[in-house]
């Protein structure tokens, strides 16, 4: 059984799944690149690490949470993890990047485990865990899912089936949350409060969560983040690597990379409902 985790990562989603796996129990070692992200886990009980390799010293699982798959091999790449330690790699690294991570992790056991949803349900411990590894590791990492999210998925036993997952995922995310802010922009720009979009679409066959969330902060130019424009941009890039490795269409998802890249010209570390910049209005 999982007793002690370390997380390295305490951003945006690396702080929230470390405050939920101390509060299911488990002991928390933290790191992160920038000490001042990690140090106020202390006060939740987690033990705050100078460096990766004190962090990772007696963990069971090693839970990597980081921007892409550069920064990820960057700090993993010369660590030493215990003996029967579990790498769970949860950032989005498409596809390339996970057969680089699973590569460097030579001898140790490797959990590809990219995660759903955002900074609230991280720390509220509802995320989704879009999981891919042996069955043999399944019983070895439960607690941790159990933690950070609400459910499991196991897309399958190779490293990569979770990033496929994900991507796929994701498509859709960069897709319902753009096509928010071409309606949202389009009905204030014929005159309209663009609040009627979201009332119009209310309730009925057409209505979603997430855009009624992402078109309400549109509106309110409220773009405190909660999943980086930044990060929508490096999604869009590695869903379009997926795609040409599928032989599927990629028009639309090149129009989508435009529209983030755009918005993320007006500054990466806002939301990706600032995509509504792209829009003129």
Do not use: C
């Amino acid at each position: 059984m999982t007793k002690t985790v370390a997380v390295l990562g305490t951003g945006m989603m690396g702080a929230g799944m470390a405050r939920s796996l101390l509060r299911a129990g488990l002991a928390v070692t933290v790191w992160n690149r920038s000490a001042e992200k990690a140090r106020p886990l202390a006060d939740d009980g987690a033990v705050v690490a100078e460096d990766p390799a004190e962090a990772v010293a007696n963990a069971d699982v090693v839970l990597t949470v980081l921007f892409d798959a550069d920064s990820t091999a960057e700090v993993m790449r010369d660590l030493e993890l215990a003996d029967g330690a579990v790498w769970v790699q949860s950032g989005t690294v498409g596809l390339d990047g996970t057969a680089r991570l699973a590569e460097l992790a030579g001898g140790t056991a490797f959990v590809d485990a990219p995660v759903l949803g955002t900074r609230k349900p991280a720390e509220e411990g509802k995320l989704t865990v879009l999981a891919a590894g042996p069955l043999a590791l399944r019983d070895r990492v439960a607690s941790v899912f159990d933690a950070i999210g609400a459910r499991t998925v196991w897309a399958g036993e190779r490293p990569g089936d979770g990033q496929r997952l994900k991507l796929a995922a994701n498509s859709w995310v960069l897709s319902i949350t753009a096509a928010t802010a071409q309606a949202v922009a389009l009905t204030r720009g014929l005159g309209l409060e663009p609040a009627a979009f979201l009332d119009a679409i209310a309730g009925g066959a057409v209505d979603s969560g997430y855009a009624q969330l992402k078109g309400r902060a549109m509106i309110a130019e409220d773009f405190t983040p909660s999943f980086g424009v930044d990060g929508a941009v490096k999604d869009a890039d590695l869903i379009l690597a997926a795609m040409r490795e599928a032989g599927t269409d990629d028009r639309l998802m090149r129009a989508l990379h435009e529209q983030y890249r755009v918005a993320a010209d007006h500054g990466g570390t806002a939301d990706m409902a600032a995509v509504v910049r792209a829009f003129g209005t």
